[in-house]
Nanobody
Framework: QVQLVESGGGLVQPGGSLRLSCAAS????????MGWYRQAPGKQREKIAR???????TYGDSMKERFTISRDSAKNTLYLQMNALRPEDTAVYYCNADEARLTSWGQGTQVTVSS
């Protein structure tokens, strides 16, 4: 099982930007896809974006406007660039990785958007 470690979260003012990172313990080219999800208090976990080893990205509803997923195979790292952040983006952000019969999740990183 792969270990995934998210970082880059924190407190940011409305309108600000953050870039989240997800470092994998082995080659991210091993996975069918990797993705970013988030979960706000009292809400279900929702998809932000997913990306394949070939770089094909898909986004959840309304996510593509302000969020960009990317990957760096050389660093075994997945990224999420978040712009024009809003208070409703406050959540714990998770990355995951899909491989045969197994989906692995990181522990999450907190993003708080507040003035």
């Amino acid at each position: 099982q792969v270990q995934l470690v998210e970082s880059g979260g924190g407190l940011v003012q409305p309108g600000g930007s953050l870039r989240l990172s997800c470092a994998a313990s082995r080659s991210i080219d091993d996975f069918y896809a990797m993705g970013w999800y988030r979960q706000a208090p009292g809400k279900q976990r929702e998809k932000i974006a997913r990306i394949t080893p070939g770089g094909r990205a898909t986004y959840g509803d309304s996510m593509k406007e302000r969020f960009t997923i990317s990957r760096d195979s050389a660093k075994n790292t997945l990224y999420l660039q978040m712009n024009a952040l809003r208070p409703e983006d406050t959540a714990v952000y998770y990355c995951n990785a899909d491989e045969a019969r197994l989906t692995s999740w990181g522990q999450g990183t907190q993003v708080t958007v507040s003035s």
